[in-house]
């Protein structure tokens, strides 16, 4: 689903459409194929890529951008508190994955490879296991270094 930024229809008249005429941001997400095979469990909502600060890397195409940017903010929180845990009660210093339940749905949230998170909204009539093992699949598919965060790209070695 892409919004056209420019046109109109064939009448010439603007697009009716209930979206806004599209900035970048609100088009489809070039890499939004990579959240296939977890975007297509029966009752999964939204998938984003979120980097270790909180911000989109990769969204679904059903997932609009202030959306994916709420889930990118509250799951970098929640990661936090994970790993404040984690370090106070664990064994480790490592964040497995994140699971909320809420009225109507699930959140998890679960490492996408050096320090990226891999966050899945569904609906309440999920299987969490079955959510969980896709969402460890599309990792290990894509693989932890296409969706991991890498430095910034405009980095000069001074």
């Known amino acids: 689903m892409t919004t056209q930024t420019t046109g109109g229809s064939p009448q010439g008249s603007p697009p009716a459409s209930p979206e806004p005429l ?16 977890v975007a297509g469990v029966r009752g999964v909502r939204h998938a984003v890529v979120l980097s270790s600060d909180g911000l989109v890397k990769v969204r679904t195409d059903d997932t609009d951008p202030d959306t994916a940017d709420k889930v990118a903010a ?17 064994a480790g210093h490592g ?13 998890f949230v679960r490492g996408a490879g050096d320090g990226s998170r891999l966050a899945v909204v ?13 969402m460890q699949a ?4 894509i693989g ?11 980095t000069t070695g001074r």
């Open 74 to 90: 509250a799951c970098a929180g929640l990661v936090a508190l994970g790993m404040s845990m984690g370090r106070e009660f664990g």
């Open 122 to 134: 569904t609906d309440a009539a999920v299987d969490p296991g079955l959510v969980a093992q896709q």
């Open 144 to 154: 932890e270094r296409t969706l991991r965060t890498g430095p910034a790209e405009h």
């Open 95 to 107: 964040l497995r994955q994140v699971l909320v339940e809420f009225e109507g749905g699930f959140l």
């Open 22 to 37: 599209a900035s970048p941001g609100a088009q489809a997400h070039p890499d939004s194929w990579m959240l296939d095979l």
């Open 138 to 141: 599309q990792v290990l598919m």
